[in-house]
């Protein structure tokens, strides 16, 4: 399985910007569709954004779209999550997460994607 460590959470304003990495470990990394997930206190977790193996084709929740982008960088091992107008609803815990799951229906399958990361607190105030 794959090895996942996000970073690049923080407090910021709203309406600010920010951008997660997450860094694979393994040569097969491009192998792996990978996804962006939530979870904010007292809710359940949520679908972000996922991304194909060769960030050819990528996916976005509605509620972030046209704000958020997923991108990634092969060579690098590392999947990005570029934030902007961050909303203080924006507020949680991200993770990002691969194996086993393509990203078309990663959002419907998180219960079955293999690997996932210790999350990134990004914390939006008003």
């Known amino acids: 399985q794959v090895q996942l460590v996000e970073s690049g959470g923080g407090l910021v304003q709203a309406g600010g910007s920010l951008r997660l990495s997450c860094a694979g470990s393994g040569r097969t990394f491009s192998n792996y569709a990978v996804g962006w997930f939530r979870q904010a206190p007292g809710k359940e977790r949520e679908f972000v954004a996922s991304i194909s193996g060769s960030g050819d084709v990528t996916y976005t929740q509605n509620s972030v779209k046209g704000r958020f982008t997923i991108s990634r960088d092969n060579a690098k091992n590392t999947v990005y999550l570029q934030m902007n107008s961050l909303k203080p609803e924006d507020t949680a815990v991200y993770y990002c997460?691969?194996?086993?799951?393509?990203?078309?229906?990663?959002?419907?399958?998180?219960?079955?994607?293999?690997?996932w990361g210790q999350g990134t607190q990004v914390t939006v105030s008003s």
């Open positions: 997460a691969a194996g086993g799951v393509a990203a078309q229906t990663m959002g419907a399958m998180a219960h079955r994607v293999g690997s």
